[in-house]
């Protein structure tokens, strides 16, 4: 019963590699779509992959962390 | 299977007479989609329906949509009278004792214990014919594509994009009637934070809570068709090289790739169904 | 001639990357079960950091395949 847990813990998470490209493909291509309406070519696209990154990290990790407190177990980044 | 074979044999006739037809395009011609032009559908295809509906959706009847009303057919064929005769047994106050009720019982059971009663709880009961038809559909389109002659109807981005939305439909629905018509705007962000992060915050929670059923789209279209373009290039090996050694090595390579798509559509059926229970849940509960 | 080389670096470039990607993986998992082996209490913090980890490297090889595929479409 445990290890069924186990692997639901394990399924839940597969996907979460896959969403951090998607998260820097889908603000890159917001960025990519601004500049090329407002004609400034990098800028944009390179803002708009860097927001990506941040925001694929900040999400995988908050997705991470959220899976620690809930198998009981204290924070993460707790010192000893 | 005489047609798969009849689509080889014209290849290579193809290719003695001078025209080139490579094969990549017979590999092509399997895995996209055609509309149906011979007997009754071809028909039907001709008259009613070759004027797009509202302009812009081609609603011509194609192999996939052929391949999608089998999987239907078989749904609805297996499983009424099974239901019949549980509801039969369950009024006079007895199990069902027939073997092929128990064989499918076993799944939905499994199911029903394994994905959708840890996630809901109590309100088992009134979720779970959607992810048992989800569940069912899944698998028998997936199995349907293995029959030699036949293909897959979940391995395209269509398919599985339409089922995919049907999670998103359900978790945004559900978010709706649990926590009132302002959810997206309140629900989905932690409570707890001053306002300037929850601007920044609003737009990543918004695009991590589509993200979800574009990931579960993308993984079911991978699962299918790599499997079936696995099985397609190895066929097409023997064909390519035309020599009886290639073949004695393709074969049954052939034939272990095929036993691991049979177990690929179990898994990816049950993976389908599990994260659409689970995100279905976490939208449920109160973030 | 020139018309082939994009396919063919775009092949070369997702396999070798999806390589690196494998061995990454795998070098972790072997880490993570070895220490779940030795202590079976911290299982549940040791799955939670190789998760975290595993969806780095995974990132960074699909990446790597995100590139493969737009070359494919260029050309």
């Known amino acids: 019963m445990n290890s069924r847990r186990d692997n639901r813990e394990y399924l839940r998470y597969s996907s979460v590699g896959i969403e951090l490209v998607l998260f820097v493909l889908i603000f890159f291509g917001c960025g990519h779509w601004v500049d090329r309406k407002f004609g400034t070519l990098p800028v944009f696209s390179l803002i708009g992959g860097l927001i990506g990154i941040v925001a694929g990290f900040y999400v995988v990790f908050r997705t991470i962390s959220s899976s620690d407190k809930r198998s009981g177990n204290s924070d993460m980044k707790t010192p000893k | 299977m005489y047609r798969f074979m009849g689509i080889f044999q014209t290849a290579i006739a193809a290719s003695s007479h001078g ?73 006079r106050g007895e199990v069902s004792s027939s073997r092929w009720v128990a064989l499918w019982e076993v799944m939905i059971e499994y199911i029903k214990q394994e994905v959708i009663e840890p996630n809901f709880g109590d309100k088992t009961a009134k979720v779970s014919p959607y992810f048992l ?27 599985t994009g339409a089922l995919a939305t049907l999670t998103l439909v359900e978790m945004i629905a559900i978010g709706f009637m649990k926590h009132g018509p302002l959810w997206i705007i309140t629900g989905i962000v932690p409570h707890g ?40 290039v190895f066929i097409m090996l023997i064909i390519m090289f035309e020599s009886f050694f290639v073949a004695m090595g393709a074969i049954p390579g052939v034939i272990f790739v095929d036993m691991l798509e049979l177990l690929v559509a179990f898994v990816q059926a049950y993976v389908f169904t599990m994260l659409s229970a689970i995100f279905v849940a976490s939208c449920m509960e109160s973030h | 001639m020139e018309l082939g080389l994009a396919y063919l ?67």
């Open chain 2, 19 to 91: 025209e080139s037809e490579k094969p990549g395009d017979v590999v092509v011609h399997h895995l996209t989609d055609h509309v149906i032009d011979w007997g009754l559908i071809g028909h039907i295809n001709d008259t009613f329906l070759s004027s797009k509906l509202f302009g812009v959706f081609d609603m011509r009847i194609t192999r996939w949509v052929v391949m999608m009303w089998i999987a239907v057919i078989l749904c609805l064929v297996i499983f009424i009278p099974i239901a019949i005769k549980i509801r039969r047994a369950a009024t």
């Open chain 3, 9 to 75: 670096g775009a092949g070369l470039g997702a396999g070798l990357a999806i390589i690196g990607g494998g061995i990454g993986i795998g070098l972790l998992a072997k880490g993570a079960l070895e220490g779940m082996a030795r202590q079976p209490e911290v299982m549940g913090q040791l799955r939670t950091n190789m998760i975290l980890a595993i969806a780095f490297v995974e990132g960074i090889a699909l990446f790597a395949l995100v590139i493969a595929i737009l070359l494919v479409f260029k050309a």
């Open chain 2, 133 to 159: 038809t989800v569940f069912f559909f899944i698998l028998f389109c997936n199995i349907v594509g293995l029959i030699p002659g036949m293909s897959s109807a979940t391995g395209n981005l269509a398919v």
């Open chain 2, 193 to 232: 934070l001053p306002k300037p992060i929850y601007l920044v915050m609003w737009p990543i929670e918004l695009v991590s809570l589509f993200m979800k059923p574009v990931v579960l789209m993308i993984r079911l279209f991978a699962n299918m068709l790599a499997g079936h373009i696995m099985i397609i």
